[in-house]
């Protein structure tokens, strides 16, 4: 694993609507400096050498980063991207309902036909996007949105087989195999993300509280949750509620706010980052029936200054690995393989929102703790490594620029 480098920056202030994942255009507030959880993680500044520097450290790159950056290409705020085993194809949803294919070989984009039909408000819109496991043979990826129905609006998620024709790639055969449920009224708060289990056998989906809280604490309410499913869409054999009925059959874990997250590491254990309110971003370790507090318990505050009580051991809640307040407003999360990045093998990155950075936390089997953060300059929505090791970025903004870390 690798040590905490603490590396210099300062996190952006976050607003209400910022710390809920706010639209592209909002400006953070100035720069504060961070809290966490465990005492001793706070990033202090470090010094690097003018010259010897250890062996044990990375090379940086021309701005003083252990790394390169490379624009690549823009998009009309773009959500989510996946690289599509096997070929040479990068997947790109935006927002708004459109779906990209860039061909890393040429460059050249493509946009993609059989997209549904999405509800583009707040931060709704068209989701993930992750291949399935069987994607080599059948060409089967899985996506989220957002749809409108009784009630107001909820999430789906579907799949079908992403086809490549010549310049003309498709979806089809599209089939909704998942519902968040109730729909309800609002824009905020869907959190869709996607990942399969390193077997293939389970799919898990965030579900968020929609900005309702309490439905979080309800084993009756499919809102403020991790779900396991079977690639069909099924409620997963062994889920801890199974015997409530529907929709507890699918949870896996519950008292979430907006987990925009979520990523297994190489022991296949599923962490999750998840945005709190005011303060008390949070990345978790996810585990089977566990209840991790929300709105009950939080390292942040309400909107408006009311409180929330703390996170304290013995407190009946699983609390955070590592906590941010003030709000960094984390947008999605990766584990590296360490493939190009040796010195970050086996540990998370997080893409802050309202804090305009990429957040490294060094994870040591079920711990964690704060690592570097380098400011971006903007919104980082999405975060991801392609199959050479190098790290991509999707940042959160109209015009929002596809971007590629490489080692110096």
């Not at 945005?275 to 566990?290: H, S, T």
């Not at 994870?363 to 380098?374: M, R, V």
Request: proline letters at 9%.
């Amino acid at each position: 694993m690798a040590r905490p480098r603490n590396l210099a920056a300062a996190l952006a202030s976050a607003a209400l609507l910022a710390g809920c994942s706010a639209p592209a255009t909002q400006t953070p507030s100035a720069p504060v400096a961070p809290t966490t959880s465990t005492p001793g993680t706070t990033p202090v500044p470090a010094t690097p050498s003018a010259a010897g520097t250890p062996a044990s450290e990375p090379r940086l790159g021309p701005d003083g980063r252990p790394f390169v950056v490379t624009e690549v290409a823009d998009f009309a705020e773009p959500w989510a991207m996946a690289f599509l085993p096997g070929t040479d194809w990068l997947a790109i949803t935006e927002r708004s309902g459109t779906m990209h294919l860039r061909d890393q070989a040429s460059g050249r984009l493509l946009e993609v036909a059989g997209v549904p039909d999405v509800v583009d408000a707040g931060q709704g819109g068209l989701g993930d996007i992750v291949p399935g496991p069987t994607y080599g043979s059948d060409a089967t990826v899985y996506l989220s949105w957002i749809e409108r129905g009784d009630g107001g609006t909820g999430a789906v998620v579907g799949r079908a087989r992403l086809l490549v024709e010549g310049d003309a790639p498709r979806l089809d055969g599209l089939e909704v195999i998942w519902r968040q449920t109730p729909k309800t009224s609002g824009n905020g708060h869907f959190s869709h993300r996607l990942a399969f289990s390193p077997d293939g056998q389970y799919l898990f989906v965030s579900s968020g509280d929609r900005q309702k809280m309490e439905p979080a604490q309800d084993l009756g309410s499919g809102l403020g949750k991790i779900m396991r499913l079977t690639p069909d869409g099924a409620p997963a054999p062994g889920n801890p509620f199974a015997d409530r009925g529907s929709p507890s059959d699918e949870i896996w874990s519950y008292g979430h706010r907006n987990p925009l997250g979520l990523a297994f590491d190489a022991e296949g254990r599923l962490w999750s980052s998840e945005m709190g309110a005011q303060g008390g971003d949070e990345v978790n370790l996810i585990e089977q029936g566990a209840n991790y507090g929300w709105p009950r318990a939080s390292n942040g505050s309400h909107y408006g200054g009311g409180d929330i009580p703390d996170h304290v051991e013995g407190d009946g809640f699983t609390a955070p690995k590592v906590w941010w307040t003030p709000s960094i407003s984390p947008g999605s999360l990766m584990i590296h393989s360490g493939e190009q990045f040796p010195q970050w093998a086996g540990d998370a990155f997080v893409g802050a929102l309202s804090g305009q950075a990429l957040i490294r936390v060094d994870l040591d089997g079920e711990d964690a703790t704060q690592g570097d953060l380098w400011e971006m300059g903007q919104r980082i929505r999405a975060v991801t490594e392609a199959p050479d090791g190098s790290i991509w970025l999707l940042e959160d903004a109209p015009g929002g620029r596809l971007l590629q870390l490489t080692a110096p």
